[in-house]
């Protein structure tokens, strides 16, 4: 519990810090057609990594995305189906250490954490560590931003970092389906 | 120590008797996968016409996790698409060939060049040494149009 409590605690305090830190630029996109392609995060600038844990590196071309649900997109139910997006990449479950691999944080309503130390554990960072490439989550209506970070298996993001773009969406709850049920 | 080697008998004696039911197929060792787990392909859809017949195949996978084939890990697999094939044996390796693409690194998406005509895909899920879940996991198996 006390653990716990200093956890709260340090997150609290990484959000704050990073509430004051610069917003990271988002490109403006048009809205892709879901079917086909997605636009992905465009390499940004972002703060050089301090000595820290060591970094796994990614390759080149690797990259992710949030596949559903898409930018901007008003949905009319609290339960959301978000798919996770991996391209030139591999998934693996937390604990495993393969190169090319990682498994997805799923960062709601927060900003990018430290990107050399272990992703939080929280209830605006959720971890998929079984290696999961979807998940359905309860948003309450009103505007939410979603974006992905990938993590090793140590849940440190890699070198370069590899996160999807920061989307945002509106919910505007008018059933109980989940959304984008297949 | 000695609780892992009970678990271990007990294990032995649950396959043996899985075994018995199942009338002697040679299981090594069927990896749990949660009831409700699903695979399924996300796009294309079913009866999609591919102007080009160059695509990109995302995998989908319901409550359950992806890991790179050799990683033991339950709950987990990795992707296999069938392509212009029918299921293969179930309860042995899935063949590698031009028409079982494997996806050991843990993929979800795979980038496919077919030529025109019709086309069939599935997907088949398999453990960290290539053989189906028991029971097994694979998408319905859908139909793509390349037009020539």
Partial sequence: MGELHRLTMVSGVLAAALLTAPAFGQAPSSTPNPAEEHDHAAPEAHPAPEAGFKRTPAAADAYVYIGWPNDNETIRTTHIRVWFGTRNFGVAPAGTYRPNTGHHHLLIDTALPPLDQPIPNDKNHLHFGLGQTETVIDLPPGTHTLQILMGDGDHVPHDPPLMSKKITVHIRATDNRVAAER | ?148
């Fill in chain 2, 1 to 148: 120590m000695k609780q892992r080697r009970l678990l271990a008998l007990v294990s032995a004696v649950l396959a043996a008797t899985g075994l018995a039911a199942t009338g002697g197929i040679a299981m090594a060792d069927p990896k749990p996968m949660p009831d409700n787990a699903k695979v399924y392909i996300i796009w294309p859809m079913d009866g999609q016409v591919i102007p080009g017949g160059k695509f990109w195949v995302r995998m989908g996978l319901s409550n359950a996790g992806v890991a790179p084939a050799g990683i033991v890990k339950p709950n987990t697999g990795h992707h296999h698409l069938l392509v212009d094939a029918d299921l293969p044996p179930l309860d042995q390796e899935i063949p590698s060939d031009k028409h079982h693409l494997h996806y050991g690194l843990g993929q979800t998406e795979a980038r496919l060049e077919l030529p025109p005509g019709r086309h069939t895909l599935q997907l088949l899920l398999a453990d960290d040494s290539h053989v189906p879940h028991d029971p097994p996991l694979y998408s319905k198996k859908i139909t793509i149009i390349v037009p020539p």
